[in-house]
């Protein structure tokens, strides 16, 4: 075993400084587990004595705080720029399998250009030839077929005409992957060969390489994952066995997976295990983790083995936080020549991790998925991912495990129905049942449940979806206590009752069925005694004692989470990541958990999201596992009795709990509840800011569509449209007149009292500005204030923004600030505030102020070296800001540009367009000496690389015609050559710039999408009509999105571009670590 | 809803479950077992003679049960414990539930009870007696029951499970021939003792060594099974007299335990075992770890060992002598499974290994 008291000596002596790659911008199919990963290999590399170079272009990720390596690129992940770190430097060598599939796609490209050779650098973890034969899918099923393991039969083909030649071997339904892409984009399933002409053509155009591989099909197989690892003496270990709920067909990202597997026998789990072992050892993956699909066919048995990820992944990082095995981190020690028997296993301190992890209770994960932001994308699941973020619960049984993480998605379900959003048996016909239960979707769990009602049996419906029974019968006996719950007085009954918590029932459910309210629940469980223990994860079944205080919920007897006497404050995280609420989120909440345990404050965090740092066992010094609702949260405060609670951190989530807890004697700290709430009720924050003299855009709220009209009519079209108390801008739409506001109105949203629709004049061509601050109650640190790039009407989140602001004069910018500091203090926001302003004509209107964390705090810290998260948590335990010696603004001398990441590629027929509803799944910094440099970084950052010369279409709307006349003329004049459509074209030619024309779409071939499709255009500018963009212009998008040429819908991005441009041409980009810019900066 | 059943231990603590399987009561000692799969093998298992089983792992049943993953005739626990019990299986391979198996063949079976806590009570309070039963719901009656009931230390439970006359397995043909000391022997080592060419004589555990060297084996293999192995004078005596023989044997878990006291070796009750199918087990030669299956409640005391035996495998976790061997005659053993059903497959080499001894004593 690892000698724990005696001075730690890396295991391998020849390296002394190790370079490791992060996975960029969160995306569909990668998002914040890489943080988590990576986070824990770069701890474990610096306990073990290394120096990490670390480069990652997400600011809003844990790993990126210049505390967590040595040196700390915020760079854009290429091969070049790695190569140029590289080369500054000099690292021994290079972990290459934390960072996703980002990281390793990088670290084969550096290794096949030589770098790594070249400056004498070493793959750890996995060699090049693992990771191309564990990648390439024919290499791979060659080294199966050797294993003596079956896969599915499938080829590779690279033209249409190859594919059908294909298909007769295959038959119907056929699978098609096309190669190298993330997350299975591009991949689906045709069951006629007209489908199956359609998808492998898109999968063409969406590989890089023009290669799919055309599959038999599996459908319906039982499918399984097991998490292994092996060291460098070969010692192989699975850490936990996956099953998907949802058979084979839908991707595993988009699947609902239980762990441990729950309907393999002894005999078939050790088959599949023997198997994984045989996987992982031929493929050579010398240390580490891997990450093996299986396919399990119902009927016989048979096993074949589906695909391999030779690092970790989105399932090593739910079967670490389902074991509480650290993966990620016993992979990096590994890595520098450990073995499995000389690290100790954490959690029980005495044994060493060269274990198989075994549990006592019943994990399950959920996806989350966004249909309702792409609605021209039907809601179907297939084996490309969709999702944009996943919970996970754990519960001793799978009923209590499945419906506690239904409530952790919050998408407003009390769990597995018995809420108002059940399907009515009596509405939804056999039909749609039968359609539903076919096609699966994200609610094919709710049409399983109103097949039930309406009679199905489980027989039908395993038939129709292929779940295996044993779910089904779980679900049914959920569905039957149910049923016994809306008739009994359950309230009266004490062992009903208890039987319904057992099988995961919320109160929130219990009050639906019982037709009270849910306090009426909680009282009536409290009096019969029905309180929930919390139970340990622990790696082994209670088998050998738990050190780490990790936890869940369970309606059991024993309570094993054991209350200290220290002060204690709570932290309520952010639930599963979603569009408008990620990783950003969470990065607070981890600030403040280091920040209140550096405090000497014992911290608990509550969070359901497994992907995360913060429910990493040991960010905080107590977590628990649990759905962010008042009921769980409450039985939680209840017994721990914490000093105070924090809810201003975890975005939307915990604030939308936070008047209900205060209500119930939480002590929530930092800004009030109330005055949260202040600042999100129009009316009120309207009085707030005559009496402060500032101004806001003319708005006006309404309850009807009569209300909304008459609101329009006297603030004058185009108005903001949007729902209340909303996230990310959710159903928000710029309206140009009344026909589109009866539009919205009827189709978008419902509007009721309770519900209102919020109407702003909507400031055309403003410049918009978010303003980051802590205040302590009486002190204002102005954090940072940041500039967007895209002008008003561009949601924030999806706007890139730059810091300092780079145009705008010095008068304003004190307004700002004045403004900003009279609001905190009215407000009296005691910890992060943040305030987006608009400039239009000199004039300043405040937008709208959210006294809590925002999602640019991770990108403000980062810019300037102020960690705001960790400030503003000690401001709300009582610290002052000057005590701290934090009265100052400090404004970087480097500039920092922070650019949305957008997921349309992902939504087959998406638009492109930026709007007022935020689209974006994540974001990139770039920095740089000026703002050029520093855009075009933040643009390759976030995959769409500026081009030096080539040729750039240009198409833009009457409106825009004038302002883009200086940006053609600036391309024109560094060498581009311009195309551009018939108006477009004739304009820029009246004003004497030379453009070829090309045919749009509809003239004739070759048009426009053809020069896209040849990467003939390197650039686009494209800017919609006014209203719904017409077809032509969709497609121009389409193309773009598809083929990854960089585009920009908005005049603004169209003129940063042309400054990335200039700073490209101007010199070669220079790559410098945080940690020397924020020295520099004085900061 | 199933009847009541009730779980009392003898510190005292009861549990209040309901009746899944056989009723009635019974009396053994309480232990967990923490494989996720496997439950038909633990429950056909002989070495769980006299004891009462809680499985860790909270769903059980969920693939029934089939006539090929029997490890012995019949189910061997007194009883069994569970979370929750699945009351129809889903695997292709299932012929029967596991509910109504443990109704067909006698098996008390409580669930939807706090098993974790159980659990944490025989880790910290060490393994102990208790009592099961459908029909006395009484705390104060059931708990008297589990703390009166003189319990498994020095009871020969071997002499109910051996066999009661010889039996043969595997092919004639085969290449070795291994006389086998039926303590309680699961089928999967007959199996692989016939994979690795051995056509196997079972005899009853009673065997003197002068009968069984009268077969003219190639190899003797010494079983597992279950209980306290101080009371098996005749099982100790005759493998003491065999190991002069200068014969290879081969001893697994109680067979282990046997060889070890007839060559000298002190045992010690493990605090409460190791019952599972996921402990690391570093072998000295090779230097691996493997992951192996467990069930033991007794070990041979590294402290004591004599001088013609030397450790081959320790168990990482708590550093008990999981293998040994003689410095000098083939002989070897293992405390763990090498079988495994359940668990993993990591150790099946040992089979080989004794099938090449076999073959170096032979040439």
Redesign the interface.
């Known amino acids: 075993m690892a000698p724990e008291d005696s001075p730690i000596v890396p295991k391998r002596t020849d390296i002394q400084k190790i370079m490791l790659i992060g996975s960029g911008p969160i995306v569909i199919g990668q998002a914040c587990e890489f943080d988590y990963s990576g986070t824990q290999a770069c701890k474990a590399l610096r306990e073990e004595g290394y120096e990490v170079v670390l480069v990652n272009s997400n600011p809003a990720t844990i790993m990126t705080d210049p505390e967590l390596a040595e040196r700390t690129y915020v760079e854009p992940i290429t091969a070049a720029v790695c190569e140029a770190i590289i080369d500054r430097e000099r690292p021994q060598a290079l972990l290459p399998t934390v960072g996703g599939q980002t990281a390793l796609n990088t670290a084969v490209e550096l290794a096949e250009r030589g770098v790594l050779e070249c400056f004498g650098v070493e793959l750890i973890g996995a060699k090049l030839e693992a990771i191309r034969m564990a990648e390439d899918r024919e290499l791979f099923k060659r080294a199966m077929d050797d294993a003596g393991l079956a896969m599915p039969t499938g080829y590779f083909v690279r033209t249409l005409e190859e594919a059908q030649d294909r298909q007769r071997e295959l038959g119907y339904p056929s699978i098609v992957r096309p190669s190298y892409t993330l997350g299975g984009s591009g991949s689906g399933i045709a069951y006629n060969a007209e489908e199956y002409e359609r998808i492998v053509r898109y999968g063409l155009d969406l590989s890089p390489i023009t290669e799919v591989l055309v599959e038999t099909s599996v459908l319906g197989w039982k499918e399984y994952e097991l998490e292994v690892m092996r060291d460098a003496n070969d010692n192989v270990v699975i850490i936990c066995s996956i099953e998907n709920f949802d058979p084979m067909g839908v991707h595993t990202g988009d699947s609902i997976t239980v762990a441990p597997a729950q309907t393999l026998s002894d005999k078939e789990y050790q088959v599949m295990r023997d198997a994984a072992i045989r996987v992982i050892r031929c493929i050579g993956v010398d240390t580490g983790g891997s990450n093996i699909q299986f396919a399990v066919d119902p009927a016989s048995g048979e096993m074949m083995v589906i695909e391999m990820n030779p690092r970790v992944s989105r399932s090593s990082a739910l079967a670490s936080k389902a074991t509480g095995f650290p993966i990620a981190r016993i992979a990096a020690k590994l890595a520098v020549g450990y073995t499995l028997d000389e690290i100790p296993n954490d959690i029980t301190r005495e044994t060493p991790a060269s274990f198989e992890p075994t549990i006592d209770y019943v994990v399950t994960k959920i996806p989350r998925w966004a249909f309702e932001k792409f609605p021209q994308t039907p809601d179907i699941l297939d084996t490309q991912m969709r999702s944009v973020g996943e919970t996970m619960a754990i519960g001793r049984t799978f009923q209590e495990s499945l419906q506690k993480g239904l409530r952790s998605l919050e998408t407003d379900r009390a769990g597995w129905g018995a809420d108002k959003d059940d399907f009515d048996p009596l509405v939804v016909s056999d039909k749609e049942v039968r359609e539903n239960l076919l096609n699966p979707s994200s609610q094919r769990l709710f049409y399983i449940k109103v097949a039930m009602a309406k009679g199905f049996s489980v027989e039908e419906i395993h038939q129709l979806t292929r779940v295996d029974p044993w779910f089904l019968d779980r679900l049914y006996e959920i569905f039957e206590l149910e049923q016994r719950l809306s008739s009994a007085d359950v309230l009266d009954d004490s062992q009903l009752l208890r039987q319904a918590k057992e099988y995961g029932f919320s109160d929130r459910q219990l009050a639906f069925l019982q037709g009270c309210d849910e306090r009426s629940v909680r009282r009536a469980r409290e009096s019969h005694g029905i309180r929930p223990v919390y139970k340990t994860v622990d790696t082994c079944a209670a088998e050998f004692e738990a050190h780490t205080p990790y936890h869940y919920s369970t309606y059991d007897r024993e309570n094993e989470s054991v209350t200290s006497d220290r002060k204690k404050i709570m932290i309520l995280g952010g639930g599963p990541n979603r569009i408008g609420q990620g990783i950003e989120f969470d990065y607070c909440c981890v600030h403040a958990c280091y920040a209140l345990k550096e405090d000497g404050f014992e911290t608990i965090m509550v969070n359901s999201n497994p992907e995360t740092v913060s429910t990493d066992y040991d960010t905080a010094n107590k977590l628990y596992f649990e759905p962010l609702t008042v009921e769980d949260v409450l039985n939680i405060t209840d017994r721990e009795q914490p000093e105070g609670v924090i809810v201003q951190f975890g975005g939307q989530t915990p604030l939308n709990l936070a008047l209900e807890l205060e209500a119930e004697g939480v002590p929530i700290i930092g800004t009030s509840p109330g005055n949260i709430d202040l600042a999100e009720d129009r009316e009120r924050f309207g009085n707030l800011l005559r009496e402060l003299d500032i101004l806001q855009p003319e708005n006006g709220m309404a309850r009807s569509l009569k209300e909304a009209k008459e609101v329009a009519a006297r603030i004058g079209y185009p108005v903001l449209v949007r729902p209340s108390y909303v996230l990310g801008g959710r159903a928000m739409v710029t309206v140009y007149n009344e026909r589109g506001l009866d539009t919205y109105m009827a189709t978008a949203i419902s509007v009721s009292p309770e519900h209102p629709v919020l109407i702003d004049r909507f400031l055309d061509g403003a410049q918009e500005f978010d303003v980051d601050v802590v205040a302590d109650g009486s002190d204002v640190l102005i954090g940072g204030i940041m500039q967007h790039i895209e002008h008003a009407g561009v949601h924030s989140g999806d706007s890139a923004c730059v810091l300092p602001p780079f145009d705008v004069g010095g008068e304003n910018l004190r307004t700002l600030e004045t403004h900003t500091r009279a609001l905190a203090l009215s407000l009296n926001v005691v910890g992060l505030m943040n305030v987006q302003y608009a400039i239009q004509e000199g004039t300043v209107y405040v937008l709208e102020v959210n006294p809590r964390a925002s999602r640019t705090v991770p990108f403000v810290s980062k810019a300037t070296g102020r960690p705001l998260a960790k400030i503003a948590a000690r401001v709300m335990t009582g610290r002052k800001l000057r005590d701290m010696g934090l009265a100052e603004q400090f404004v970087p001398r480097h500039i920092s540009v922070k650019e949305a990441v957008l997921p349309f590629s992902k939504f087959p027929g998406s638009d492109g367009i930026l709007g007022p509803e935020m689209k974006s799944t994540g974001e990139v910094m770039g920095i740089g000496d000026d703002f050029g440099e520093a855009f075009l970084k933040a643009q390759l950052g976030a995959g769409s690389a500026l081009p030096a010369s080539g040729c750039v279409f240009i198409s833009v709307n009457d409106r825009d015609k004038e302002g883009v006349l200086p940006i053609a003329r600036q391309l024109k004049a560094a060498g581009f050559e311009l195309i551009a459509t018939n108006g477009t074209q004739e304009f820029l030619a009246a004003h004497g710039v030379a453009a070829e024309r090309v045919l749009k779409v509809h003239e004739g071939r070759p048009h426009v999408e053809d020069a896209i499709r040849s990467h003939v255009v390197k650039l686009v500018v494209n800017s919609p009509l006014d209203e719904q963009s017409q077809h032509d212009d969709f497609a121009v998008r389409r193309a773009a999105i598809m083929n990854g040429i960089p585009y920009t819908t908005t005049l603004a991005g169209a003129k940063a571009a042309a400054a990335g441009i200039q700073a490209l041409q101007r010199s070669e980009m220079s790559v410098h670590a945080l940690q020397d810019y924020l020295r520099e900066g004085g900061g | 809803m199933n009847p009541p059943a009730l779980v009392a231990l003898a510190d005292g603590s009861v549990?209040e479950g309901r009746s899944v399987g056989s009723t009635g009561d019974s009396l053994g000692e309480m232990v967990?077992n923490?494989?996720?799969?496997?439950y038909?093998?633990i429950l056909t298992d002989p070495s769980y003679a006299g004891q009462i089983v809680s499985m860790?792992?909270?769903?059980i049943g969920?693939?029934g049960v089939?006539p090929?993953?029997d490890e012995s005739s019949r189910p061997h626990v007194v009883a069994f414990l569970m979370?929750?019990c699945?009351?129809?299986p889903?695997?292709?391979?299932a012929t029967q539930g596991l509910i109504e198996y443990m109704q067909q063949h006698g098996v008390i079976g409580v669930e939807g009870?706090?098993?974790?806590?159980l659990?944490?009570r025989v880790?910290i309070h060490g393994v102990m007696n208790a009592a099961v039963s459908t029909d006395d719901l009484d705390s104060d009656s059931l708990v008297s029951r589990a703390r009166e009931w003189s319990g498994l230390d020095g009871v020969d439970l071997v002499r109910d499970v051996t066999c009661a006359e010889p039996y043969e397995v595997g092919s004639g043909e085969a290449r070795f021939h291994v006389v086998a000391f039926d303590f309680g022997i699961k089928r999967n080592i007959l199996r692989r003792l016939v994979e690795e060419q051995c056509r196997v004589t079972v005899v009853p555990a009673t065997t003197t060594a002068a009968d069984a060297l009268a077969l003219e084996p190639d190899g003797i293999f010494l079983s597992n099974g279950p209980g306290d192995p101080r009371p098996l004078h005749y099982a100790i005596e005759t493998a003491a007299a065999l190991s002069e023989s200068g014969k290879p044997i081969f001893g697994i878990c109680l067979g282990h335990e046997i060889l070890g006291l007839a060559l000298g070796a002190e045992i010690f009750h493990l605090k409460f075992g190791h019952r599972?199918?996921?402990?690391?087990v570093?072998e000295h030669l090779s230097?691996?770890?493997l992951?192996t299956s467990e069930n033991h409640g007794w070990g041979i005391s590294s402290d004591h060992l004599p001088d013609c035996l030397e450790v081959t495998r320790v168990n990482?976790?708590?550093g008990c002598v999981e293998g040994m061997q003689h410095r000098e005659l083939p002989i070897f053993s293992i405390q763990c499974h090498p079988e495994?059903?359940?668990?993993?497959?990591d150790s099946y080499h040992l089979f080989g290994y004794f099938a090449e001894l076999m073959k170096r004593h032979a040439a």
């Open positions: 549990f967990f923490t494989s996720m799969t496997g038909q093998e860790t792992y909270p769903h969920n693939y089939n090929e993953d979370k929750q699945c009351p129809r889903s695997n292709q391979r009870f706090d098993t974790r806590e659990t944490r880790r599972g199918a996921n402990h690391p570093k230097g691996r770890v992951i990482l976790n708590d495994a059903s359940p668990g993993p497959h």
